[in-house]
């Protein structure tokens, strides 16, 4: 596929754990805790380019160079992208934090806005975007778009599974937006779910099956 802001973290620990989240017997807290370690996994590589700010430190021996992370925030796209935030916290803990709610029409397969709350510091933050599937691309447009009214520059999309049509939609309306994913499925059905998938996030994470 050639979309060149696409990051797939192509590593074997990564794959494992990802089987593991697929399985339809993976219990809650397994799902849990998977999507928190491969959310720190996204966090981390989509941290490498990252612009530093420098500044003068004491060792206790002696004044060297160090250096500082600008301001991060981080999005989390309701409700299933709260599951990947506390994996994202444990690499950033001082980042601000803001939730975008979307449900999608099922008969339109649209996205559905219903609340948007973010931090007050978009325009200088890092912003990463956070939701688990990436399948239609719609949620990830209209939040990324929301975002950008608040300034925001430098935007980072991170998932745990991308469809190829979200992916493309997504290069499409954002292409200056990096999209970060820990696989790459086949395809979407009829109905808008990824396949192979690992079913609906939200569900999973929450119980709510």
């Known amino acids: ?18 089987s593991l989240l697929r399985d339809k017997g993976c219990t809650c807290d397994n799902f849990r805790k998977l999507a928190t370690e491969l959310s720190a996994f996204l966090c981390y590589e989509a941290c490498k380019d990252v612009k530093m700010i420098p500044y003068k ?5 002696e004044e060297t160079d160090g250096v500082r992370f600008p301001p991060v925030a981080f999005v989390s796209i309701l409700r299933a992208g709260l599951g990947m935030l506390s994996g994202a916290l444990r690499c950033i803990p001082e980042a601000s934090v ?17 609340y948007c709350k973010l931090p007050k510091n978009m325009h200088e933050s890092v912003v990463f975007v956070m939701d688990p599937m990436l399948a239609t691309g719609g949620s990830a447009c209209d939040a990324i778009a929301e975002i950008k009214k608040e ?11 991308a469809a ?5 939609k997504l ?12 696989s790459l499925d086949r395809e979407l059905n009829s109905k808008g ?17």
Request: a negative charge; one cysteine or more; aromatic letters at 10%.
């Open 164 to 168: 190829p049509e979200g992916v493309q």
């Open 171 to 182: 290069y499409k309306n954002h292409p200056d937006v990096k999209i970060y994913a820990a």
């Open 57 to 61: 430190l004491e060792t206790p021996l």
């Open 1 to 18: 596929m050639n979309v060149p802001n696409f990051c797939l973290l192509d590593n074997p620990l990564v794959k494992n754990k990802v």
């Open 193 to 209: 779910y990824i396949l192979p998938g690992l079913g609906d996030a939200g569900d999973r994470v929450f119980n709510t099956v």
């Open 98 to 114: 803001g939730h975008i709610g979307m449900f999608r029409n099922e008969e339109t397969l649209e996205p559905v806005k219903y």
């Open 151 to 161: 300034g925001a520059k430098d935007i980072r999309f991170l998932c745990l599974i």
